[in-house]
């Protein structure tokens, strides 16, 4: 019965390379959200999807693209991954008009080597 | 833009101690506020929220008051256990649309028996 769940919960990966991260919400919530995790614990906006529709897209290199194939899921796609990216990232989702309080998932540990 | 302030870290204390962790923020117009906590391993959890001046957010024995005329949201807790020991991340929300939440660097807070 996880509110917002997320996979995979650990990924390392070699430099260059292609991953993706997979959230789920099953709380009917109409925005999701990706925010990114340095290793100093500063937690800053990437994206907001608002019923599948992309509303805030900070600024994050191209490399990485939100994919939003129903209002229960944000996934998010990097390409060419690099040393800079390796991070937690963490999704989370608000209900329509009350975007101010937000339920986040467990994280994704990414480490680029 | 809109910014939050918190007191550096980490906090070291014992328990039974009082604690207070300090936030202050910059936003145009009545933002809401938060505190968000995230234990070892563990993704943000919403601790307590103020929607307008003078509320007070209480949860699990800590406390935070919405002071408009110093722009703080100050995080107490009269006496702190080891199990409070987490990551706390003070918030706003300007509440316009699907914005996102701004954090807080965080303050790592560790209890000691």
């Known amino acids: 019965d996880t509110a917002v769940s997320q996979t995979p919960k650990y990924l390392v990966t070699q430099m260059g390379n292609d991953k993706s991260i997979k959230c789920e919400q099953n709380?009917?919530?109409?925005?999701m959200y990706w925010y990114k995790q340095d290793s100093k614990k500063f937690l800053k906006i990437m994206f907001s999807y608002n019923n599948k529709e992309l509303i805030i897209n900070e600024t994050v290199p191209n490399r990485f693209s939100p994919k939003s194939p129903d209002k229960a899921h944000l996934n998010l796609h990097i390409n060419s991954l690099e040393l800079g990216d390796s991070a937690v990232y963490f999704c989370a989702s608000a209900r329509r008009g009350e975007t101010d309080t937000q339920y986040f998932g467990p994280g994704t540990r990414l480490t680029v080597l | 833009g809109n910014s939050v302030t918190q007191m550096e870290g980490p906090v070291t204390l014992s328990e039974e101690a009082f604690l207070t962790i300090n936030c202050t923020y910059t936003a145009t117009g009545y933002p809401s506020l938060f505190w968000y906590v995230q234990y070892p391993g563990e993704g943000l959890q919403l601790l307590l929220k103020?929607?307008?001046?003078?509320d007070k957010g209480s949860n699990k024995g800590f406390e935070a008051t919405y002071r408009k005329e110093t722009t703080s949201f100050h995080l107490e807790k009269g006496s702190v256990q080891v199990s409070d020991s987490a990551v706390y991340f003070c918030?706003?929300?300007?509440?316009?649309?699907?914005?996102?939440?701004?954090f807080g660097k965080g303050t790592r807070l560790s209890v000691i028996a």
């Open positions: 103020a929607t307008k001046a003078d």
């Open positions: 918030a706003l929300s300007d509440r316009s649309g699907n914005t996102p939440l701004v």
């Open positions: 709380l009917g919530h109409d925005t």
